[in-house]
């Protein structure tokens, strides 16, 4: 069962705060974040782990609530660089190399 | 340069005829997975395999075949290809599991008239 994301899209001005948020209905193991300009491939920026472990890109920040089944991915003053879509992945308890994805969220930076 | 390389980029055919798409790694990955992505519906994972000689299905399975004999490489298999199957197709990889980064590959755009 895919992982739900909110909000499906949302605009910013350059220099503007963002929230991306996913959960789940399952217990996670771990929770993943891609970013995916258009016509390309998905980019690794975090991996956050059950027990607190993080890994990723230092100017990357999310959270991961493991009681809630809940991540969230915080994007600060918003470059145009930051457009794309963002897609969150999660890992179950169970099955280690089950990795779901959901639908994404498309964040657009305008000048 | 350490990455994943899918071959073909683009590819139209025609109902029932199979084919393959190729996906090889070059850092000595364990893990390799293909995922299928449709409008709207984010990516979905078709199979992936832990090793070499170990595959399992992912959420959506039906029409596919993989094998994975070489650690480098994972081929996916359409042994007779349905417009269904028109879509965006990705091959990724990370070191172990899911608990490290996945790089993934530039994609395949699969037509199936």
Known sequence: ????????????????????????????????????????APVFL?????????????????????KKQQSSLYLTASQLSYSG???????????????TFGKGTLLTVNP | EAQVTQNPRYLITVTGKKLTVTCSQNMNHEYMSWYRQDP????????????????????VPEGYKVSRKEKRNFPLILESPSPNQTSLYFCASSLEGMNTEAFFGQGTRLTVV
């Open chain 2, 40 to 59: 709207g519906l984010g990516l979905r994972q078709i199979y992936y395999s832990m090793n070499v000689e170990v595959t399992d299905k992912g959420d």
């Open chain 1, 1 to 40: 069962q895919q992982p739900v994301q909110s909000p499906q899209a949302v605009i910013l001005r350059e220099g503007e705060d963002a929230v991306i948020n996913c959960s789940s209905s399952k217990a996670l193991y771990s929770v993943h974040w891609y970013r995916q300009k258009h016509g390309e």
């Open chain 1, 46 to 66: 975090m991996i956050l782990l059950k027990g607190g472990e993080q890994k990723g890109h230092e100017k990357i920040s999310a959270s991961f609530n493991e």
């Open chain 1, 85 to 99: 879509t963002y897609f969150c992945g999660t890992v179950s308890g169970g099955s280690n190399y089950k990795l």
